[in-house]
């Protein structure tokens, strides 16, 4: 059996407890690099086998899970936050489906999660906005045309940038084609929820500036938006006039 475990985004207790009971358990755990703390492997038994992906192919991946099936063994394939998002999972579990391997996937905090509670941030505030957009900025891996990050600034929605600080310039410069303004306020959170955090809050306007003045290439996500302000309507779900299923508003 293979199983996939988003490790959240850092901290070691931010794993579920699912996740931690899979790593105690497992014959062997193959894990994503520098992207998941390892702090995390010391959870594992004393003879399980542990591999870093980071210096492996999707065929060496592939082949240690074959492997640990052929000997009856159980494989955790440990990803960085939740592998839903750019976790490269698809394409290991259609191979495992071609092999017959069963697998389950068990989620994880993901980074963005991590960000926001950094920032004590809610990405959808009343009257701010309502959707939340994931994405990344085009490099080696590209984008389908239609999500280029300046046609998705275009809404002006709340924004959270994945794999993209590197190319800050260029995520600037996208990001004021769209509906931010140099005054919209942003934020750069670099590992989010690890003991090394750093927050650095900003506008679009000054984001690349900031980014490098404060020396970060790496592992950091991007949010934009206006819910980072300080404008918002209360949530109807809490006003004492709004009728619920479960109280009648008050008049007034």
Not at 172 to 193: C, F, I, M, N, W
Request: aromatic residues 6%.
């Amino acid at each position: 059996m293979v199983h996939f475990v988003g490790a959240g985004p850092g901290a070691p207790d931010l794993i579920t407890q699912r996740g931690a009971a899979l790593l105690q358990g497992a014959d062997c755990i193959i894990y994503a690099g520098s992207l998941v703390n390892p702090a995390l492997l010391g959870l594992a038994k004393p003879e399980c086998a542990i591999y870093n992906s980071a210096e492996m192919t999707l065929e060496q991946v592939l082949d240690v899970m074959r492997r640990m099936e052929a000997a009856g063994k159980t494989t955790v394939r440990l990803h960085t936050g939740d592998p839903c998002l750019y976790g490269a999972i698809r394409e290991q579990m259609d191979a495992l489906d071609a092999d017959s391997i069963p697998y389950d996937d068990t989620p994880g905090v993901s980074s963005f999660c991590g960000a926001a509670a950094a920032l004590n941030a809610e990405y959808t505030l009343p009257t701010v906005s309502q959707t939340v957009i994931i994405t990344r900025m085009e490099g080696r891996t590209p984008v389908p045309e239609r999500e280029k990050l300046a046609s998705l600034a275009a809404h002006g929605a709340t924004m959270v940038i994945f794999l993209s600080i590197g190319l800050i310039d260029k995520v600037q410069e996208a990001l004021l084609q769209g509906a931010y303004t140099q005054d919209t306020p942003a934020a750069v959170v670099y590992k989010a929820s690890w003991p090394e955090q750093k927050i650095v809050r900003c506008t679009v306007g000054t984001l690349a500036e900031r980014t490098r003045a404060n020396g970060i290439t790496k592992t950091a996500l991007i949010v934009v938006g206006d819910f980072l302000g300080t404008q918002y309507e209360r949530s109807k779900l809490y006003d004492p006039t709004f009728t619920t299923e479960f109280r009648k508003g008050e008049a007034r």
